[in-house]
């Protein structure tokens, strides 16, 4: 893959030599704004930049600022300046929400809406005073103005390339600065080891598929060389913690004999080979991290794996024992918050509401929580909460047309809608596995 600062420097490269023959007269003005319309559609290197990733739509504003101050001092360069000034303000709409920097350290994000940059409240920012640019990230703002910016792109109908405004983050908790060296947060999963391998492909960390004759002790490993770090999730064969199951159904294996199953184990952090705590890790990167971890081990997994404990061995730590609600109110505050703006688009709006870190839904048969850390849903019975498994195949023919919302679902928001949809219309239910839950004999 070519990285998208050598994308960025050959569409510039394509754009000094495509230039020239951009218009520059015409009848009327109406005529020549139309003949360059149509230049700017046809031009190939726009037309590139145009189709680009987001990385190269950053890679490109990051060099922009140097490439028209240079050309701009060439004479007969209007052409080119005219047209690397169409570049940047494609980028700009194309650019996932900017921060920009000015040689005394002041810094203003902002954001590209009606042609013209914005701040948080919707006012247009002069950037003539700025010269870097860098990408945002919720955790480089307050509470009061990350709210601003979901108020903004929700209310102007924002659609960003990927999730900025919406975006979950993680930071250090009380527990995983006990155990210092490593996390335990998602330790304890028991997941399908073909799906999390493509998982890792597609979020670029390095894992091979093992099993428990061969390469039985590879590690899924993502690196960020620009801070000289590289993180570990540590993964397990089910039979190396408890050899008793290397019989059992948990040690099944493909017919190249790669085991199915792995179960989820401590993540940990490296600066130059050397082990860095979890709270010297910088906090984007260790957001970033727990984010993956966390994608991991919802979309792969199987269910609890009960033959985990703390491996101590691999590190100086503490056991956690168990799941604390108040380690990740970020986190269901930001789902509680996308579910509060959605549902009033949907058909159970009227049945559903937000309680605390819970959705509750209202169906005809009885009411239902589903938890917005986890995902875990119940049927609020009148001695007990009776918790409730819910087949994928029923979840699946959910069908959620949320389209329309500049809103991007992870995949535990999508999980506790879908939910909401089947418990909301619980008369409906054919699902014989799921009826025997709801009126267990």
Not at 143 to 150: D, F, N, S
């Given at each position: 893959?070519?990285?998208?600062?050598?994308?960025?420097?050959?569409?510039?490269?394509?754009?000094?030599?495509?230039?020239?023959?951009?218009?520059?007269?015409?009848?009327?003005?109406?005529?020549?704004?139309?003949?360059?319309?149509?230049?700017q559609i046809t031009n190939p290197a726009l037309?590139?930049?145009?189709?680009?990733?987001?990385?190269?739509?950053?890679?490109?504003?990051?060099?922009?600022?140097?490439?028209?101050?240079?050309?701009?001092?060439?004479?007969?360069?209007?052409?080119?300046?005219?047209?690397?000034?169409?570049?940047?303000?494609?980028?700009?709409?194309?650019?996932?929400?900017?921060?920009?920097?000015?040689?005394?350290?002041?810094?203003?994000?902002?954001?590209?809406?009606?042609?013209?940059?914005?701040?948080?409240?919707?006012?247009?920012?002069?950037?003539?005073?700025?010269?870097?640019?860098?990408?945002?990230?919720?955790?480089?703002?307050?509470?009061?103005?990350?709210?601003?910016?979901?108020?903004?792109?929700?209310?102007?109908?924002?659609?960003?390339?990927?999730?900025?405004?919406?975006?979950?983050?993680?930071?250090?908790?009380?527990?995983?600065?006990?155990?210092?060296?490593?996390?335990?947060?998602?330790?304890?999963?028991?997941?399908?080891?073909?799906?999390?391998?493509?998982?890792?492909?597609?979020?670029?960390?390095?894992?091979?598929?093992?099993?428990?004759?061969?390469?039985?002790?590879?590690?899924?490993?993502?690196?960020?060389?620009?801070?000289?770090?590289?993180?570990?999730?540590?993964?397990?064969?089910?039979?190396?913690?408890?050899?008793?199951?290397?019989?059992?159904?948990?040690?099944?294996?493909?017919?190249?004999?790669?085991?199915?199953?792995?179960?989820?184990?401590?993540?940990?952090?490296?600066?130059?080979?050397?082990?860095?705590?979890?709270?010297?890790?910088?906090?984007?990167?260790?957001?970033?991290?727990?984010?993956?971890?966390?994608?991991?081990?919802?979309?792969?997994?199987?269910?609890?794996?009960?033959?985990?404990?703390?491996?101590?061995?691999?590190?100086?730590?503490?056991?956690?024992?168990?799941?604390?609600?108040?380690?990740?109110?970020?986190?269901?505050?930001?789902?509680?918050?996308?579910?509060?703006?959605?549902?009033?688009?949907?058909?159970?709006?009227?049945?559903?509401?937000?309680?605390?870190?819970?959705?509750?839904?209202?169906?005809?048969?009885?009411?239902?929580?589903?938890?917005?850390?986890?995902?875990?849903?119940?049927?609020?019975?009148?001695?007990?909460i009776r918790w409730l498994k819910i087949p994928?195949?029923?979840?699946?023919?959910?069908?959620?047309?949320?389209?329309?919302?500049?809103?991007?679902?992870?995949?535990?928001?999508?999980?506790?809608?879908?939910?909401?949809?089947?418990?909301?219309?619980?008369?409906?239910?054919?699902?014989?596995?799921?009826?025997?839950?709801?009126?267990?004999?």
């Amino acid at each position: 893959m070519i990285e998208p600062d050598t994308q960025a420097l050959a569409i510039y490269d394509l754009m000094c030599s495509t230039s020239g023959d951009r218009p520059f007269s015409g009848n009327s003005v109406e005529e020549l704004s139309r003949k360059i319309r149509d230049w700017q559609i046809t031009n190939p290197a726009l037309l590139i930049l145009r189709e680009s990733e987001p990385a190269v739509h950053v890679a490109f504003l990051e060099r922009s600022y140097e490439w028209l101050k240079t050309n701009g001092q060439v004479r007969g360069s209007f052409r080119f300046c005219a047209t690397l000034t169409d570049a940047i303000a494609l980028s700009l709409q194309a650019y996932p929400q900017p921060v920009f920097r000015n040689s005394q350290g002041t810094e203003q994000a902002a954001l590209c809406m009606s042609g013209k940059m914005c701040n948080s409240s919707g006012e247009s920012v002069d950037l003539s005073v700025f010269d870097q640019v860098r990408l945002w990230h919720p955790l480089s703002t307050d509470p009061a103005e990350l709210r601003r910016w979901r108020d903004l792109v929700y209310k102007n109908g924002v659609r960003q390339p990927f999730r900025q405004a919406f975006r979950e983050f993680y930071e250090v908790t009380d527990a995983e600065r006990e155990t210092r060296l490593y996390s335990n947060r998602f330790a304890g999963i028991l997941m399908r080891q073909h799906q999390l391998a493509s998982l890792c492909r597609e979020r670029e960390w390095e894992y091979r598929l093992m099993g428990a004759h061969f390469d039985g002790s590879n590690v899924p490993t993502k690196r960020f060389d620009s801070w000289k770090i590289h993180a570990e999730f540590h993964v397990d064969l089910p039979s190396d913690r408890n050899p008793s199951l290397g019989d059992s159904a948990l040690s099944e294996e493909s017919g190249a004999g790669i085991s199915l199953f792995v179960g989820s184990d401590q993540v940990r952090f490296y600066r130059e080979l050397r082990e860095v705590g979890v709270d010297e890790v910088p906090a984007l990167v260790y957001s970033e991290i727990m984010r993956d971890v966390d994608l991991f081990t919802t979309v792969c997994a199987v269910g609890e794996d009960e033959t985990w404990s703390d491996q101590g061995d691999r590190g100086m730590g503490v056991i956690v024992e168990e799941f604390d609600i108040h380690e990740v109110i970020a986190i269901i505050s930001l789902r509680a918050d996308m579910l509060s703006r959605m549902l009033p688009h949907t058909p159970i709006a009227d049945r559903c509401k937000i309680v605390k870190s819970w959705l509750e839904v209202r169906g005809q048969l009885g009411t239902y929580r589903i938890h917005l850390g986890w995902g875990g849903a119940a049927l609020i019975a009148e001695k007990a909460i009776r918790w409730l498994k819910i087949p994928q195949k029923v979840l699946a023919e959910v069908e959620l047309n949320l389209k329309d919302l500049p809103i991007d679902l992870d995949y535990r928001v999508e999980l506790a809608l879908r939910k909401a949809y089947v418990l909301a219309d619980d008369w409906k239910i054919t699902s014989s596995e799921l009826v025997r839950q709801l009126f267990p004999e």
